[in-house]
């Protein structure tokens, strides 16, 4: 079975802060994807970023950054020097290459920055 | 491109009425589409996933069901709304095998009073 833990559920930094966004995820295959989606207050999820099981890099896009660790299972997004346009909630996701695959979601975390 | 259109934006329906919530998608062929509900502050609940015309996979038992008439509409129903049936619902679709992640709709935001 496939399990996507987001432990946080609702984080509140100012502008200008880091923040680290966890996943922490649980699969059994050894071909396998994890995602992170952005969604906004206007209610549309967005893709930020797809990683597969075989690309341990870690990625930095501008001000966002993930960290892919295989031997802990986590895959962790940071947000450096936040502003309040990040303000959204934040999935987690995973998927597998089986046919019947399909995405399974954290419970989101709620990220709000203050000016 | 693909593009996945969603409609309405916004709805408020009177409790026992009926709903129909419709999505399709461009640019691709044979998706898999799916139907997630999010209550307020929640997260996703997939209510309804689809991997061809007229196969349709419920995920939760509830009031609602679902459709697919053809290859890249997906249609969500009810004959009588509840409460418990405001949320917001998302469609979304994907590739098979699901490697790419889903696109998702813009939602819609659904009051029953």
């Known amino acids: 079975a496939q399990k996507v833990t987001q432990a946080q559920t609702e984080i509140s930094v100012v502008e200008k802060e880091d923040v680290t966004l966890d996943c922490v995820y649980e699969?059994?295959?050894?071909?396998?994807?994890l995602f992170w989606y952005k969604q906004p207050p206007s209610g549309e999820l967005v893709f930020l970023i797809r990683r597969n099981s075989f690309d341990e890099q870690n990625e930095i896009s501008g001000r966002y950054s993930w960290n892919f660790q295989k031997s802990t299972s986590s895959f962790n997004f940071t947000i450096t020097a936040s502003q309040v346009v990040d303000s959204a909630v934040y999935f987690c996701a995973l998927s597998f290459t089986g046919a019947n695959s399909k995405l399974t979601f954290g419970k989101g975390i709620t990220l709000s920055v203050r000016p | 491109s693909q593009t996945i259109h969603q409609w309405p934006a916004t709805l408020v329906q009177p409790v026992g009425s009926p709903l129909s919530l419709e999505c399709t998608v461009e640019g691709t062929s044979n998706p898999n589409l799916y139907w997630y509900r999010q209550a307020a502050g929640r997260g996703l609940q997939l209510l309804f996933y689809?991997?061809?015309?007229?196969?349709i996979s419920s995920e939760v038992p509830q009031n609602l069901s679902a459709s697919r008439p053809q290859d890249r509409q997906f249609i969500l129903s009810s004959k009588k709304l509840l409460l418990s049936d405001s949320g917001f619902y998302l469609c979304?679709?994907?590739?098979?095998?699901?490697?790419?992640?889903?696109?998702f709709g813009s939602g819609t935001r659904l009051t029953v009073v």
């Open positions: 699969t059994r295959d050894t071909t396998y994807y």
């Open positions: 689809s991997v061809g015309i007229g196969q």
């Open positions: 979304a679709w994907s590739a098979a095998p699901v490697i790419m992640g889903y696109t």
